[in-house]
């Protein structure tokens, strides 16, 4: 048994398409139980770090090991299940034959009505897989890709085409199969997916790997507390500019009834001390509200600034 | 893989299309070809009757659309719609999704041979022995496994929007030039030359000579045996190559 390896092992991994570096130099580790989010503005190598992962395609330098062993290796023993964005269906069969051909197909298949029940397409399970809605075809990708017990899934991408409601009752079948103790591995491009579900976030840019930590650090590693409040009167915003751990700092007129105040909006990597700081002044907020940075801002804020190191 | 082969024939029988191309297409284009031609006249050089000679011409070219059609089409457009991916991401060996193919191919390339030989034998009263139906049965059979092969070959070289016509240009050609429609002998000269080194000419010999209860030629034989490695060939190096970058 492998059960020390890790599940992923991206070693300085590279892959170049001419001129452009899809992945360049990419080193991670997925350890068993982890859900993972992998998230990246479009072209950030999302799809190619995939498809290395599954040995689709092969690195021009570096190594891609699962469970130990080569990608293929670990698919033919039945340890991985994926669905890709690219992943076709075949047409003209019914939904419940392709769940059954890919449970045919796994090692150590799961039955395909219960594999149908668990992705929540049973009540389609006699429909052509070719008149399904985006959606649906979601769903039976997944299907696919969970016939059997694997222990690493790999979804890429697996909401889209979905309204905001299927996408969260779909959440809750990603998180099922998190809960078995599965490694899941997903990526996206809604941030509130990876916030909802993932233990652990991988930000990727232009190949290579930004930020690597749960949802909470990436935010703080964002500069990500928002720090809110009212005055009354009018402040001289020089020694504001001055407190502690700042990031940014926006006045402006209150909207309240009171009158002539004024609403601060600050962002600090330490909200704590900021705010300390704020009562030395000798002013008087109201209203204070300290909230966290949403990843989606947290994301924008830390590969934005990436953009501006590389210009 | 035995259930993908089951998959891929369920979808096969499912399609009526492409059964009636395979299957009843070349009985009813035997029927419009012998159809007026008496029994005695013989095919020149052959000692054939046109229907014994036809009877074979279409049997092949039944068996030749089954596998063609059925391989090429199907092969670029699940490639390109990326089913081809996606079963890369099974246990199944790559050249599993091949032979899956062409096992379904072949199981309806059977139905569409036999078809021809009832329809030549109760209308056009063609007489053989039984070895020689079980022989020609088997010889059809098998070397339709050439053009499997081309199949295979053209879906993993094609584009999906390319493929058709591609596969339409290669089938009609094959089986005009090759003799399958009409017996190359009242073809020019010329014409007739080219036609020898084609393997659909050897693929339909080969039946014939099993007919006039001789050996086949050592040209058909070489013939189909050298397309088939080419074709075999270069679909095993077209779909490395589109492994390698997909």
């Not at chain 1, 079948?173 to 998190?178: F, P």
Request: aromatic share 8%; charged share 20%.
């Amino acid at each position: 048994m492998t059960t020390t390896a890790p599940v992923v092992a991206f070693d300085q991994v590279s892959k170049a398409y001419g001129e452009v570096r899809a992945v360049d130099g990419l080193t991670l580790t997925l350890r068993p139980g982890e859900t993972v989010a992998l998230l990246g503005p479009n072209g950030a190598g999302k799809s190619t770090s995939l498809d290395l992962l599954l040995g689709l395609k092969q690195p021009d330098s570096g190594s891609v090991r699962l469970f130990g062993t080569t990608p293929r290796e670990a698919i033919v023993a039945g340890r991985v299940g994926a669905m890709l964005q690219s992943g076709g269906l075949m047409d003209e069969v019914t939904v419940a034959e392709l769940v059954r051909l890919a449970c045919d197909l796994h090692p150590k298949p799961y039955q395909a009505n219960d594999v149908l029940a668990r992705a929540g397409i049973a009540q389609i399970a006699d429909r052509k897989v070719n008149k399904l809605s985006g959606g649906q075809a979601q769903r039976v990708r997944f299907a696919l890709a969970t016939a059997g017990d694997s222990d690493l899934i790999v979804l890429d991408e697996p909401t889209t085409g979905m309204d905001v409601t299927t996408r969260q009752a779909f959440w809750a079948t990603m998180r099922e199969q998190a809960d078995q103790g599965r490694t899941v591995l997903f990526a996206t491009h809604y941030l509130e997916e990876a916030d909802a579900i993932a233990d652990r976030v991988l930000v990727l840019h232009r190949g290579r790997l930004l930020a690597d930590g749960t949802a909470a650090e990436i935010k703080a590693k964002a500069g990500a507390r928002r720090i809110a409040f009212d005055l009354e009167g009018t402040i001289d915003e020089a020694p504001l500019r001055e407190l502690p751990f700042l990031t940014s700092v926006t006045v402006s007129k209150s909207g309240s009834a009171a009158g002539s105040g004024q609403t601060i909006r600050i962002q600090s990597t330490d909200a704590d001390a900021t705010v300390h700081a704020l009562y030395g002044l000798g002013v008087y907020p109201r209203n204070l509200e300290v909230a966290g940075l949403g990843l989606e801002q947290a994301f924008v804020a830390i590969t934005t600034a990436e953009e501006a190191k590389s210009k | 893989m035995n259930s993908l082969i089951k998959l891929e024939l369920t979808r096969a029988l499912r399609n009526r299309k492409f059964l009636f191309f395979s299957v009843m297409y070349p009985s009813l284009l035997f029927l419009l070809i012998a159809g007026n031609a008496d029994s005695t006249s013989k095919v020149d050089g052959t000692g054939l009757t046109l229907p014994t000679y036809m009877m074979v011409s279409m049997a092949s070219f039944g068996a030749l659309t089954a596998v063609l059609m059925g391989n090429s089409e199907r092969i670029a457009k699940e490639r390109e719609g990326g089913w081809v991916r996606q079963l890369r991401l099974t246990p199944l060996p790559g050249r599993g999704y091949v032979f899956a193919k062409t096992a379904s191919a072949a199981v309806v390339s059977l139905p569409s041979i036999v078809v021809v030989f009832v329809v030549a034998a109760s209308v056009k009263d063609v007489r053989l022995d039984a070895w020689q139906w079980l022989a020609l049965t088997g010889a059809i059979w098998a070397g339709s496994l050439v053009f499997a092969a081309l199949g295979v070959a053209i879906g993993y070289l094609a584009t999906g929007d390319a493929v058709r016509p591609i596969t339409m240009i290669t089938y009609f050609g094959l089986s005009m030039l090759g003799g399958l429609w009409m017996p190359t002998t009242t073809f020019p000269q010329w014409l007739q030359d080219i036609a020898e080194w084609l393997p659909t000419h050897a693929y339909a010999a080969l039946g014939q000579a099993i007919e006039q209860s001789r050996a086949p030629h050592a040209q058909d034989i070489a013939v189909l045996a050298v397309s088939f490695v080419l074709f075999a060939g270069g679909a095993a190096w077209l779909y490395r190559k589109d492994t390698l970058k997909a």
